[in-house]
């Protein structure tokens, strides 16, 4: 069982900066892919970021060269920069881990939320015009 514990949400203008953490309970390299996603109100939760164990990352069009995936192994940490925030960004944002197996591997690049293993509790992040 793994349990991931997000921080760093917040309120912020439009234009600003955020860093989100996770904190997993458990060692995730080489065990877990690992990722964000996102779910504002009324919408469905959506795929963000995503990162494996060789740190080769996937990202939602919609945050490319904005935001940036990364983590710390030695501190079982994940993290997200969220640079150039948009109103839009509003959100909760959770982390999520899967399986590292050959048949999950999809998830990378899919960032199927059905496919996901196991969630955080989620931060919140509003941005304001």
């Given at each position: 069982q793994v349990q991931l514990v997000e921080s760093g949400?917040?309120?912020?203008?439009?234009?600003g900066s955020l860093r989100l953490s996770c904190v997993?309970?458990?060692?995730?390299?080489?065990n877990y892919y690992l990722g964000w996603f996102r779910q504002a109100p009324g919408k469905e939760r959506e795929g963000v970021a995503t990162i494996?164990?060789?740190d080769s990352t996937n990202y939602?069009?919609?945050?490319k060269g904005?935001?940036?995936?990364s983590r710390d192994n030695a501190k079982n940490t994940l993290y997200l920069q969220l640079n150039s925030l948009k109103p839009e960004d509003s959100a909760t944002y959770y982390c999520a881990a899967t399986w590292r197996t050959l048949?999950?591997?999809a998830w990378l690049t899919t960032m199927s939320a059905r496919m996901t293993d196991y969630w955080g509790q989620g931060t919140q992040v509003t941005v304001s015009s």
């Open positions: 949400g917040g309120s912020v203008q439009a234009g997993s309970s458990v060692s995730t390299y080489n494996d164990s060789d939602a069009d919609s945050v904005r935001f940036a995936i048949r999950r591997r």
